[in-house]
């Protein structure tokens, strides 16, 4: 018999093993009729998805139940049933992109969707209703519908991080994730990227003119300024891949876990003490009910920075509440951000509302062509810094660049990685942020006005909007203890683990670093009942 030792201390079991061989072996456990829970996660995106598979792989004698409040995306699915999905915004997908409709595919797993998929609150199905943040109610949460670029972290998105939480502590985990997830700069299955000359082509020339360095791994491997490159993102043989679709799925298998969708905590319930989590009220398919824990049950908070904060406050755990802990819904923040306009005459757009015939019928027979490329054809990054940039940090943004979808005109956007904290309590200090834009802004325009384009918006104006990477609402080492993601406050078996635990903006795009961190905290979190746990499957 094989097994496969499964611990966030790998070395230390190792050593168990060979000194003393006295790790047990645990059969997977059938749950299907189970009335009370080993391990209760809320949320299914991109963290609480890895949290639940490796706490199911890892503790294989434990009854996981995943809460998802939305509906399936297509990613954990065996095979298409629309009865399970949510429709498209205002259903683009159902009504124009007919053939791929028809197919097996779903509209979260086909990439070219990436440009018409997002919506915000309650226009639609898979959005969360008056919420501050455009927010993912689905399976696999925002990495089922973004961009989900995929960029290694540079060193200093860790000087934050408590003891144990460095770069030094965390590139493992950052390595298995990139072997685990395959992240490609070419998603179509035919290997060729699409769409250059929509616009990305022309923005790259422009800044090869003014000294940017372009290569391959510019957009990926820890972003340094003054260079670029096509960025990589989650998929594989011309479909979208996630969390979702690479962990949880596979997990599914086993009969220590289920998923349940369309179902919503509405509050996690605790004894008379205040000190430990009993079950949670929940909305099913709009019924209430209550689901039990176990007597060593945990209950893991995955909803993301807006919606963790929202269940804490709503189980009486906060500042100044029944389990009294000050950092909870405090230090919100968010990357922001704004673009500008080119005018770049004979430039033709992209067809996508809806796509031709020609490229759904490619995209359904191959999983290939315009339809399998998604997010940023380009990406470049900045060095922004200010007179007032903290000594020893950077001030970095990046610009990218998609398909045209105006005849006529390239939209280069701009990402600020590193804003300020707003000491007046907004998420961002919006003064420093349109300093590093204009600044960003100017150098882009000089490239481009130097190959005769003209900016057509106004320089100094430009919008500013949130990213939707929120972050900071229950943060590392104040909210939670770092040793065990365990709440702070006296509760005993409530963890947090999601964007809400950074204590500041990731130096590149969040997926990644949030994936690393939800890894390593599985394997924490695995050692929750104190055993080395060992599962079944190949040494």
């Known amino acids: 018999m094989k097994f496969t030792v499964v ?20 059969p997977v456990k059938d749950c299907t009729n189970t009335d009370k829970w080993d391990v209760v996660v809320i949320g299914s995106g991109t963290a609480g998805s890895i949290v639940a598979a490796e706490l199911a792989t890892g503790s294989p004698d434990k009854c996981v139940l995943v809460l998802e409040a939305g509906k399936n995306s297509g990613q954990v699915l065996k ?38 998929l997002n919506c915000w609150g309650g226009e639609c199905e898979y959005g969360w209703p008056d919420r501050r943040a455009l927010t993912a109610k689905i399976v696999g949460g925002g990495s089922s519908i973004n961009g989900a670029l995929m960029q290694y972290p540079n060193l200093e998105t860790w000087d934050a991080y408590p003891k144990g939480w ?91 876990i289920q998923l349940w969708t369309e179902a919503e905590a509405e509050k996690i319930l605790l004894d008379a003490s205040s000190t430990k989590a009993t079950g949670l009220d929940i909305v099913l398919k709009g019924e209430k009910q209550t689901i039990k824990l176990a007597d060593n049950g945990l209950v893991v908070i995955s909803g993301g920075g807006i919606m963790t904060p929202e269940v804490l406050l709503n189980s009486d ?33 992209y067809e996508i509302s809806p796509p031709t015939q020609e490229h759904q019928d490619l995209y359904v027979e191959k999983q290939s062509g315009p339809l399998a490329q998604f997010g940023p054809l380009l990406a470049g990054f900045i060095d922004a810094s200010l007179d007032d940039t ?70 100094d104006k430009f919008p500013l909007n949130a990213m939707n990477h929120p972050a900071g609402t229950c943060e590392i080492g104040k909210c939670v203890d770092e040793n065990t993601l365990l709440l702070k406050g ?27 961190i939800a890894l390593r905290a599985a394997g924490i979190l695995n050692n929750f009942w104190g055993e080395v746990q060992i599962q079944n499957d190949e040494l």
């Open 490 to 516: 006296g509760v005993t078996n409530i963890a947090v683990v999601d964007n809400s635990l950074l204590p500041e903006q990731a130096v590149v795009h969040s997926v990644f670093s949030l994936m690393a």
């Open 317 to 349: 755990i906060g500042p100044g509440l029944k389990v009294d802990n000050d950092a909870v819904n405090k230090g919100l923040t968010d990357k922001i951000v704004s673009n500008a306009e080119f005018h770049v005459p004979g430039l033709k757009k």
């Open 166 to 256: 460095k770069f030094e502590d965390m590139q493992p985990y950052l390595d298995k994730i990139e072997e685990k997830m395959g992240a490609t700069s070419y998603p179509s299955a035919d290997g060729k990227h699409y769409n250059d000359d929509k616009g990305s082509d022309i923005v790259k020339e422009a800044m090869l003119g003014i000294g940017f360095r372009e290569s391959e791994d510019a957009a990926f491997f820890m972003p340094q300024a003054y260079t670029m490159g096509i960025p990589r993102v989650c998929a594989k043989n011309g479909r979208r891949t996630s969390p979702a679709s690479e962990f949880l799925a596979p997990a599914l298998d086993q009969t220590n």
């Open 390 to 459: 903290e000594p020893g940090k950077k001030n970095t943004v990046e610009f990218f660049v998609g398909a045209s979808q105006k005849d006529d005109e390239v939209k280069v956007y701009f990402v600020h990685f590193t804003p300020k904290k707003d000491l007046g309590g907004g998420t961002f200090d919006r003064d420093y942020t349109t300093r590093s834009f204009k600044k960003a802004m100017d150098v882009v325009a000089e490239a481009m006005g130097k190959k005769g384009y003209e900016q057509t918006n106004e320089p």
């Open 79 to 116: 095979e298409h049933d629309a009865e399970k999905l949510p429709q498209s915004q205002n259903g683009f997908f159902e009504k124009s992109w007919t053939t791929v409709h028809e197919s097996p595919e779903t509209a979260w797993n086909t990439p070219g969707t990436y440009d018409v």
């Open 7 to 26: 611990s966030a201390f790998p070395v230390l079991v190792a050593a168990i093993f060979a000194q003393t061989a006295t790790a047990v072996v645990r």
